[in-house]
């Protein structure tokens, strides 16, 4: 949230082991408990100057590691694929996001913002 960021990828030296994002994150908090323990946990969250009566249930849900949260067996890309081919796997896959890997270590990532800025002719990608 700090970050304004949907996702991250989780790497153990430098080697690609999964990948974190929002969805698998309110995943977790809504088996944890009851849905209005979520609803106003994750309101709390967003609402800085609101009291959120609810922390005992977010250290709960804290307390799990990125480990048991994230999701294995990502889809990659090698970094010399055509822009096309991410393009589909994004599509295909229904992913947001691209980790490019060179030798199972990740090197880098394709957003699909990325994609539209390359396919408009921006040189500045990031």
């Given at each position: 949230?700090?970050?304004?960021?949907s996702?991250?990828?989780?790497v153990d030296?430098?080697?690609l082991?999964?990948?974190?994002?929002?969805a698998?994150?309110?995943?977790?908090?809504?088996?944890?408990?009851?849905i209005?323990?979520l609803?106003v946990?994750?309101?709390?969250?967003?609402?800085?100057?609101?009291?959120?009566?609810?922390?005992?249930?977010?250290?709960k849900?804290s307390r799990?590691?990125?480990?048991?949260?994230?999701?294995?067996?990502v889809v990659?890309?090698?970094?010399?694929?055509?822009?096309e081919?991410?393009?589909?796997l994004?599509?295909?896959?229904n992913i947001?996001r691209?980790?490019v890997?060179?030798?199972k270590?990740?090197?880098?990532?394709?957003a699909?913002?990325d994609?539209?800025?390359?396919s408009?002719?921006?040189?500045?990608?990031s």
């Amino acid at each position: 949230m700090k970050n304004k960021i949907s996702g991250a990828q989780v790497v153990d030296n430098e080697k690609l082991v999964g990948i974190i994002s929002k969805a698998d994150i309110l995943k977790q908090l809504s088996t944890a408990g009851s849905i209005h323990e979520l609803l106003v946990a994750v309101s709390g969250l967003w609402e800085k100057n609101k009291k959120n009566n609810n922390i005992d249930y977010l250290k709960k849900v804290s307390r799990r590691l990125v480990s048991d949260v994230m999701s294995r067996g990502v889809v990659t890309i090698e970094p010399d694929s055509s822009i096309e081919k991410a393009a589909r796997l994004m599509v295909n896959r229904n992913i947001n996001r691209l980790p490019v890997v060179e030798e199972k270590k990740l090197i880098g990532i394709v957003a699909r913002g990325d994609l539209i800025k390359a396919s408009a002719g921006e040189k500045n990608i990031s």
